[in-house]
């Protein structure tokens, strides 16, 4: 399918409302415009795909080493640093689960940068450009074939890893439903050749899990050896606030004003008849109320702190009667000489309803 590129790029948005009026106006457009929109034509699409088994057997592949990598790294390296650090046991057993995201988010959203402010690409400055140049069966560069392969496997891992080796919270089920999008929009748009949009959308992603992962680990840390460590705390404060910032801003601000801009708006200018339209442009605006749900919990924390209901920072992602109840049982310990009731597990105390 031939592509135009406009002369010029199209002007940025300046806010939500414009987005709202101007991609209402491009969707009644092309369902008004569209003459085929059944089954026959998403079959038509579907043979155009570049997707075959070649693809996949990386993914999958690289995904059971992901959950290898993470056993391996858990047992000899995260859980021996949490006895060695003496966490409480409630902390000791979340430990490496933020241990873990940490050490892939960060290099995982360096490398997105490097791709998409170092490899001479305009996505982010001009988000209309990711369709330009646009070929159903172009080849997909191979530095951002990595970024894809490495993506796709880490989140099909997730998907795993929330059900069976995570802790469970209370958006756990939002969790895999995230993760289940996601991985579907990586793989299609791999296959209908929008990886463009893909790299602009890691960049935007992983940026606040680096942030959450890293405040989470110094809630952990906050006490350890039986004793209360404020640098940790203070840590734990600042990355609190600037993970608040960073989600509003690059999930809530540039997501939509960049990605969902491009999808839903200009792509109709850069190719009119765009295959698979209303399904990418679904699942993205689903991914962005995920995203709104989970800023709600943090404005809902946020608030409990304000209101004093919470006189300090713990894991951003579990603030409920189950923290409180961790806390009242490790001042117990401390207070009890005997620690009587309590079983010992690698020479820590655990707690039984663990």
Known sequence: MATTNPATPAAALQGYVELFVRGTAAWTRAWRDCTDCGLGRSWRELREAQLDV??????????VTWTVLRRVTTARL???????????????????????????????WLYSSYLLFWRGHSFFHNPPSV????????????????????????????????LYMDAWRRDSVVM????FITLSLIVCSYAFRYHNVG????????????????????????????TYHPMNNFLSNIG???????????????????????????????????????????????????NLYWFMMIM???????????????DVREYDVHVEADQTCWRNIRLSPSGKGKAHVNGMIKNKRQ
């Open 240 to 290: 609190c606030i600037s993970f608040g910032i960073s989600w509003f801003v690059f999930r809530l601000y540039w997501f939509p004003l960049k990605v969902l801009y491009a999808t839903c708006i200009t792509s109709l200018q850069t190719v009119p008849d765009i295959p698979f339209y209303f399904f990418f442009n679904i699942l993205l605006f689903a991914i962005t109320l995920i």
């Open 131 to 162: 369709f330009y140049g646009w070929q159903s069966r172009s080849l997909v560069p191979w530095d951002i074939y990595t970024a894809y392969i490495l993506q796709g496997s880490f989140y099909a891992h997730s998907m795993f890893g929330t």
């Open 54 to 63: 070649s693809a996949l057997v990386p993914l999958l592949a690289l995904a």
């Open 78 to 108: 995260f859980q021996p640093l949490a006895r060695w650090l003496q966490l409480r046991p409630s902390d000791a057993s979340k430990f490496p689960e933020s241990a873990w995201k940490l050490l892939y988010y960060t290099p995982a």
């Open 300 to 314: 809902m924390f946020v608030a409990k702190v304000i209101l004093g209901r919470i006189k300090e920072v713990n």
């Open 176 to 179: 895999l439903v995230h993760h």
């Open 199 to 226: 790299l602009l959308a890691f960049f935007l992603h992983d940026a606040s899990d680096i942030q959450l992962e890293f405040t989470k680990l110094n809630v952990y840390m906050k006490y350890r050896g039986g």
